[in-house]
């Protein structure tokens, strides 16, 4: 088992830039592609970006640009670098973890998530 702890969420003004941080815990003697989702209100769960272990990252078409994932395998924890934050990025954020296709941004190949941290973005 994997227990994935997600931190960073808040309250900013649009604009403004969040870091949001992921740190995996239990077998993670093993190493699995990571990825962060989001999902705003109403609407369904979407990846954002993944990064697999060797470094390699994914984004999804909407966020290049603004978002940026990267990781520290040290401390077993990946990032999510949120810059220029605009109303429509609100929703709550989830880290994922082990896929069987690497950097997928396929929400239901992921085993195992966390509880997920708020962002609200005002305009």
């Known amino acids: 088992q994997v227990q994935l702890v997600e931190s960073g969420g808040g309250s900013v003004q649009a604009g403004g830039s969040l870091r949001l941080s992921c740190t995996a815990s239990?077998?993670?003697?093993?190493?699995?592609?990571m990825t962060w989702f989001r999902q705003a209100p109403g609407k369904e769960r979407e990846g954002v970006a993944a990064?697999?272990?060797?470094?390699?990252?994914s984004y999804a078409d909407s966020v290049k640009g603004r978002f940026t994932i990267s990781q520290d395998t040290v401390s077993n924890t990946i990032y999510l670098q949120i810059d220029r934050l605009q109303p429509e990025d609100t929703g709550m954020y989830y880290c994922?973890?082990?896929?069987?296709?690497?950097?997928?941004?396929?929400?239901?190949?992921?085993?195992?998530w966390g509880q997920g941290t708020q962002v609200t973005v005002s305009s």
């Open positions: 994922a973890a082990e896929a069987p296709v690497a950097g997928t941004l396929v929400t239901d190949l992921y085993k195992y």
């Open positions: 239990g077998h993670t003697n093993k190493r699995y592609c």
């Open positions: 990064i697999e272990p060797d470094g390699a990252t």
